[in-house]
T-cell receptor, first 113, second 115 residues
Framework: RKEVEQDPGPFNVPEGATVAFNCTYSNSASQSFFWYRQDCRKEPKLLMS???SGNEDGRFTAQLNRASQYISLLIRDSKLSDSATYLC??????????????FGTGTRLTIIP | DVKVTQSSRYLVKRTGEKVFLECVQD?????MFWYRQDPGLGLRLIYFSYDVKMKEKGDIPEGYSVSREKKERFSLILESASTNQTSMYLC??????????????FGAGSRLTVL
């Protein structure tokens, strides 16, 4: 089983729709979680951190479910500019200086006019 | 904004050549990383560094070495390039989030083709 697993998509969604995707992780001791966004032929950029209580940033909502070991990203009122690949990142840090950041392979999202 | 600059966007090298990929960050970050990104495999960590002259192996260090002589500069070296090292190479520098995890800022990437 992969350490961090995402549905690669592609998700083709009409503009204005709501879309959600999940990411599962295998290490129950994982401590921190993030969503990064990567545009075509560009570098990944931090979209948002994922906190235990869930968090929202404008049209984006991130949730963490520790019991089932997954995180989710919800995008409301999707825009054409949301088209990108969304990378799930999980952090495991058993002790200082031994941090392990693991990236998922990404979920590709295309918003259709 | 943190800026991470990679010296070369595109390189084409021949098998057996020595390759240097340079990365510079301008925000005085302690931590720097080198990843490679391949279709279907995602980002994989090659090496990282938490301080000057300090380096740690990542998940796939074989065939690579690194150098961190100055805080702002982290270089990736392919001693003898091979075709399976054709990839997108991404440098990153980081600051800690409120949960204590590294939040990465990436450079634009260096696409290396080894013939």
């Amino acid at each position: 089983r992969k350490e961090v697993e995402q549905d690669p998509g592609p998700f083709n969604v009409p503009e204005g729709a709501t879309v959600a995707f999940n990411c599962t992780y295998s290490n129950s001791a994982s401590q921190s979680f993030f969503w990064y966004r990567q545009d075509c032929r560009k570098e990944p950029k931090l979209l948002m951190s994922v906190y235990s209580s869930g968090n929202e940033d404008g049209r984006f909502t991130a949730q963490l479910n520790r019991a089932s070991q997954y995180i989710s990203l919800l995008i409301r009122d999707s825009k054409l500019s949301d088209s990108a690949t969304y990378l799930c990142v999980v952090n495991f840090n058993p002790n200082f200086g031994n941090e392990k950041l693991t990236f998922g392979t990404g979920t590709r999202l295309t918003i259709i006019p | 904004d943190v800026k991470v600059t990679q010296s070369s966007r595109y390189l084409v090298k021949r098998t057996g050549e020595k390759v240097f990929l340079e990365c510079v960050q301008d925000m005085d970050h302690e931590n720097m990383f080198w990843y490679r990104q391949d279709p279907g495999l995602g980002l994989r960590l090659i090496y990282f560094s938490y301080d000057v002259k300090m380096k740690e192996k990542g998940d796939i260090p074989e065939g690579y070495s690194v150098s961190r002589e100055k805080k702002e500069r982290f270089s990736l070296i392919l001693e003898s390039a091979s075709t399976n090292q054709t990839s997108m190479y991404l440098c990153a520098s980081s600051q800690l989030s409120r949960t204590g995890a590294n939040v990465l800022t990436f450079g634009a990437g260096s696409r290396l083709t080894v013939l």
